[in-house]
């Protein structure tokens, strides 16, 4: 009868422990989601300010080009 008593203690802690992490991890989670939010948007910033018309051409074909 006395491991009875215990082994609900036991399990009680542990809820009581997972219960109370719970909203402490959550409120992790949510900072960690929105603080990586903000540096996507600075990323996508810097990328739409770079030049768009901007022509690509590789060395061989400039090399082509300065040997003609």
Known sequence: MNDDIHVGLIL?????????????TG?????GKKR?????TEQKAQHNSMP??????????EE?????
């Open 12 to 24: 009680a802690f542990f809820a009581a422990r997972i219960s109370a992490g719970l909203p402490i």
């Open 64 to 68: 082509l080009v300065e040997a003609e």
């Open 36 to 40: 990586k939010a903000g540096r996507a």
């Open 52 to 61: 768009k018309n901007r022509p690509v051409v590789s060395r061989k074909v």
């Open 27 to 31: 409120l992790w989670i949510w900072l």
